[in-house]
């Protein structure tokens, strides 16, 4: 699948994320440095030329990604929602830290966070993720800035580079960075 030029930005920084809390499919609002983060990823996009005329805006209809696109894109870029970019769910773990599921679960205290994700009870599974951004990225018929999650960034981007769930945690995350996908190359943005 030949795909446009893609700018994969995660939401910034909210109060559960503060919090250490997991948030999956419920929101939070961003704190006041993930306002800052989402101003300074839209600074980015325009010094590299990347605007409203270039480029597409999507975003993940949850008010934390919502906010992020329209805090990046201004007033004058229309944002597209679509539901497939809405984060993984982590089911019955939402609103708690990872250190309260550890004690629950026998998972290692140096864990993996994505073996958190894989045993979430009533969470969504990787494959379902996996399948609803490939059918996004099928979607796309140009260039375009796209706001999501971590995890659902992650799985977008290796869909995007024609990657299998294997290969997932090859891709780095991170809040106020913007990850650039292009002609099946990588490469993540940071603020100056």
Known sequence: MTLPELFVMRHGETEWNLAGRWQGDRDSPLTTKGEAQAREMGAMLRRLGVTAQSHRLYSSP??????????????????????????????????????????????PEDAHFMDFYARAPEGEPFEEVMSRVQRFLRSLDGPSVIVTHGITSRFLRTAAMGWGLDRVLELPGGQGVIHHVANNQHAELQPE
Do not use: K, Q
């Not at 329209?70 to 993984?88: C, K, N, S, T, V």
């Open 62 to 107: 949850m008010t934390r990604a919502r906010r992020t696109a329209l805090l990046a894109g201004g007033d004058d870029w229309p944002i597209i929602e679509d539901a497939r970019l809405r984060e993984i769910s982590v089911g019955d773990w939402t609103g708690r830290s990872r250190d309260e599921i550890r004690l629950e679960t026998d998972l």
